[in-house]
């Protein structure tokens, strides 16, 4: 039987961070702006005023304390509040195959290989920066990968989702070697003028090499990690949704077709949903929640990770058993599980089992029952 490990991950961080402190402020002098812009419809009550944010409110609903962005200043002005990209030229590489790299060449460093030996790429992530050439293509051409690539976008699942796709094509034969990449610019479809979700979002990119195990290299510098067996679900849901993209081109307010949740639904149709599929994949294994070291999940909400957790184990969770990143990361949309699992997969040991978990829009949930050797 073939047996498929994740051999090495990388993880590219953006400089440039925004406190709740700054975003705060940036979203309350918008506000501001717009309610003496509108005083007189305001008064007379043909439209609300807005509402100011505070760091307080965000951290309760979220736990999100900051977030990593590509261009701070475009979203911190009041004027403009998205991030300010200057158009690149074709010949240039593209803002997420430049996240692209610098995480894959870590994970070929810890893999112990070249990227040369790579012969399927699959950029899984949320939102693509163009519609084509697949943004997998260019990221294979750049870093010098053989094989194919393709994209892939199932919301905040990409990467699980990934995952399962590359187990498939390595059990099958098709392939020998796999690079997951998972370039996140988040910051690029939300709304920072909304005051429920300006805070929820930032940008990084993670990357995941995937092999059989006889193949792994002896210059390995990392953990290598089993998969032993995955789960996925879709259900669809209008609750989160993004409606940007070619065909409404000529909106007249193209904020209001980015990022939007219902909060409250999300959360209440959500949690028992992951907490059951993590508990089905570890019945179907035999396994049972004590025999998990970590639960590696999808970094979007400090109170819907804390649920899920105590869901599956009973209990609260340690910080082992639920590690988290969203205080300084944010939501990183696909990108977010493989953080906590790149920053803290050293705390097990051999032998351990860990489940990397992820779901959001669709809805989606993927989750990947892991053995370190």
């Known amino acids: 039987m ?6 090495g991950t990388g993880l ?56 990593h962005v590509l261009n701070k200043d475009g979203i911190l002005d009041p004027e403009v509040m998205s991030p300010d990209f200057e158009p690149l030229p074709d010949e240039e590489h593209s803002v997420m195959c430049k996240m692209a790299i610098h995480a894959a060449n870590e994970a070929f460093l810890q893999s112990g290989i070249q990227a040369e030996e790579i012969d399927m790429v699959i950029a899984a992530a949320s939102n693509m920066e163009r519609a084509y050439p697949a943004m997998s293509i260019e990221i294979q051409q750049a870093l010098g990968c053989g094989g194919y690539g393709f994209d892939m976008n199932v919301a905040c699942s990409s990467a699980t989702f990934g995952i399962k796709t590359a187990v498939d094509a390595l059990k099958s034969g098709s392939v020998k070697k796999v690079l997951v990449v998972n370039p996140e610019i988040c910051s690029g479809h939300l709304n920072f ?87 089905q994949l570890l019945i179907d294994n035999q396994l049972n929640s004590e025999n998990v070291g970590s639960f590696w999940l999808h970094q979007a909400n400090l109170n819907m990770n804390m649920l899920i957790a105590k869901k599956v184990l009973g209990q609260p969770p340690t910080a082992k058993q639920a590690p988290i990143v969203l205080d300084e990361y944010a939501n990183t949309s696909s ?21 990397l978990c992820s779901f959001g829009a669709g809805y989606s949930a993927g989750a990947v029952l892991l053995e370190k050797l």
């Open 335 to 355: 990108a977010g599980s493989v953080i906590a699992f790149h920053k803290f997969k050293q705390q097990l040991s051999s032998g351990d089992y860990g489940v």
């Open 12 to 67: 590219f961080t953006p400089e440039s961070t925004i406190s709740n402190q700054e975003l705060v402020e940036s979203f309350n002098q918008y506000v501001a702006n717009y309610n003496s812009e509108y005083s007189q419809q305001i008064e007379i009550g043909e439209i609300q005023p807005l509402v100011g944010s505070s760091e307080e409110f965000i951290e309760k609903v979220s736990g999100i304390k900051s977030r």
């Open 2 to 7: 073939t047996t498929v490990v994740i051999s």
């Open 193 to 279: 003028r909304n005051r429920d979700c300006h805070f929820i979002f930032g940008d990084v990119c993670t990357a995941i090499v995937l092999e059989v195990l006889e193949d792994v290299s002896a210059d390995n510098k990392g953990e290598i990690f089993v998969i032993k067996d995955s789960k996925l679900i879709t259900q669809y849901s209008n609750n989160i949704r993004n409606n940007f993209g070619f065909l409404n081109r000529t909106s007249e307010d193209p904020q209001q077709l980015l990022f939007k949740q219902n909060g409250r639904k999300v959360f209440k149709e959500v949690v028992p949903m992951v907490a059951s599929l993590i508990s």
